[in-house]
């Protein structure tokens, strides 16, 4: 069965089209992502801008005509964290329906199991006790899981998209800065279950996925060398250092870090050092496939 699955992330919208038999991804028929910001000053004003919905609009029609070429058998599309916190997320809903897509609000419970479809269909977690995180733009998921079951999922009002509205990381990050994120970063974990001791640490999405591939130096993004891979705190921590001390405008010079996410990828790394140190682990393996990837293996299996 072909479908296609569509993520309205805060921050990036992101399409797949494939062909899906017996809840696995068998062929990747065409994929696509666009940075649109749908979040942003989201954290100061509770609503979604006229400029972000327009954004983000006008990339649904692009992903429209690429369905339509394609004519999968289902569309399944969701908006995360930007939808239901908005308080006029229905004008965004609205315009989304008059080109022909009707987007469902879910929950963080929801969008942490579609994660879990989706990383659990290219990393073994079927014997250990893991944690999966899904960093968004206005939200992180963490998925428990034991046996490769769900054991419970926490859904935490803070993303990349968040942070970078709420300091400055268009500049070289002094410490003054950095020990603000992490203060604001460690306060939201500690909502957490600290109890939990997994024997593995699962971390998928944008901010992980540019992270690896930073520091596989990549020319051009592949998810072949992404899926599994062994990411080390002390290369993240090199990472960061390394982006801090840059202004925005030169941290594009790097290789692996995709334009929009110059700003955001300073929160981010901050937020992995934080999860991996809130678990005492020294290392995260990577996927690729998440809640896009979770939403085309549900599509064939509704």
């Known amino acids: 069965m072909i479908v296609a699955a569509i993520d309205v992330g805060s921050n990036t919208l992101r399409l797949l089209i494939a062909e899906v038999n017996n809840g696995k991804i068998v062929k990747i028929l065409h994929e696509d992502r666009k940075i649109t910001r749908l979040a942003e000053n989201l954290i100061y004003t509770h609503k979604l801008n006229d400029a972000a919905i327009d954004r983000t609009i006008k990339a649904l029609k692009t992903f429209k005509d690429i369905c339509n070429r394609f004519m999968p058998h289902k569309i399944k599309i969701v908006a995360t964290s930007a939808g239901r916190e908005a308080e006029n997320s229905n004008v965004f809903l609205n315009k989304a329906k008059e080109i022909g897509f009707d987007i469902e609000l879910i929950d963080g419970t929801k ?3 579609y994660t879990y479809l989706g990383v659990a269909s290219v990393v073994k977690i079927s014997d250990k006790k893991c944690v999966i995180f899904d960093i968004g733009g206005g939200s992180t998921e963490f998925i428990y899981t034991e046996n490769g079951a769900i054991t419970h999922i926490n859904s935490i009002a803070m993303g990349v998209v968040k942070i970078a509205n709420t300091f400055d990381l ?3 990050v002094d410490g003054h800065t ?6 604001f970063i460690k306060e939201h974990l500690q909502r957490l279950n600290s109890s939990i001791n997994p024997d593995l640490i699962i971390g998928t999405a ?3 996925t540019t992270i690896a591939a930073i520091d596989l130096e990549l020319d051009k993004y592949n998810s072949t060398f992404i899926n599994n891979y062994k990411l080390e705190y002390e290369n993240i921590e090199k990472i960061y250092e390394k982006l801090a001390h840059l202004p925005a405008c030169k941290r594009l010079k790097i290789k692996g870090l995709e334009a929009g996410r110059e700003d955001l990828i300073i929160a981010g790394t901050l937020m992995v050092l934080e999860i991996l ?3 005492s682990k020294n290392f995260l393996i990577v996927s690729d496939y998440g809640l896009r990837e979770g939403l085309a293996i549900a599509a064939n299996l509704d």
């Open 206 to 208: 944008g901010t992980v």
């Open 170 to 172: 268009n500049h070289i």
């Open 111 to 113: 969008e942490g199991y």
């Open 277 to 279: 140190e809130y678990f």
């Open 178 to 183: 950095k020990d603000g994120i992490c203060a």
